[in-house]
């Protein structure tokens, strides 16, 4: 829901009508509340929030592959937001599901980037 940073575990497809997406009936394992429906209004307490769900799946969950939707934005403050979530993270692959023709491979060209 708008206002809630989540981790889930995703334990059926994670598809809708072609799109991908969270399976409206999981329940989250941990949720911050974040109150916004963007990050541009609060963004070091959305990075702490992004930071308190990753450290907690590292020792909880750590067996499991992780997956992040962020919110996609490749500019200004959303590149930052999303720069500081994978040095954060450090992850192994990266993908970008876009129906433009967006790049952002330069700031990240040590991850394998599928676009």
């Not at 989250?28 to 992004?50: E, L, M, Q």
């Amino acid at each position: 829901p708008t206002g809630l940073i989540s981790l889930f575990e995703l334990k059926t497809p994670v598809h809708s009508d072609g799109a991908i997406g969270f399976n409206k009936f999981s329940e989250p394992i941990k949720s911050h509340f974040f109150g916004c429906d963007t990050p541009s209004k609060h963004n070091h307490y959305y990075i702490n929030c992004v930071y308190s769900l990753f450290n907690y799946y590292k020792q909880n969950h750590s067996d499991f592959p992780l997956i992040i939707n962020t919110c996609g934005w490749l500019t200004g403050l959303g590149k930052h937001l999303l720069e500081e979530i994978i040095s954060f993270i450090h992850p192994n692959n990266i993908f970008m599901i876009s129906s433009e023709s967006e790049s952002f491979s330069s700031t990240i060209s040590h991850y394998n980037v599928f676009q």
